[in-house]
């Protein structure tokens, strides 16, 4: 069992990547708050998923949206 196997298509991992870029420079516009923190912290998740293609969430449910 691969802990970072790929379980999204490409469009979703593009459209991931793109909501991202919105996310993560929050605190930097809107101002240093918890709420733009935890913007940011889910724009880094977004990346991380848009990068690596696994998502966890994906996997604990057995979702899987490849086409393999």
Known sequence: MEIF???QNKAERILRFII???LIPAPI???S???TF???GVG???LFN???GACMIYKVFGVDTCQN
């Open 5 to 7: 196997k790929t379980n």
């Open 20 to 22: 991202s870029l919105f």
């Open 29 to 31: 516009i809107l101002g």
């Open 33 to 35: 708050s918890i709420y």
């Open 38 to 40: 935890i913007i940011c």
């Open 44 to 46: 880094a998740i977004l």
């Open 50 to 52: 848009a990068l690596s």
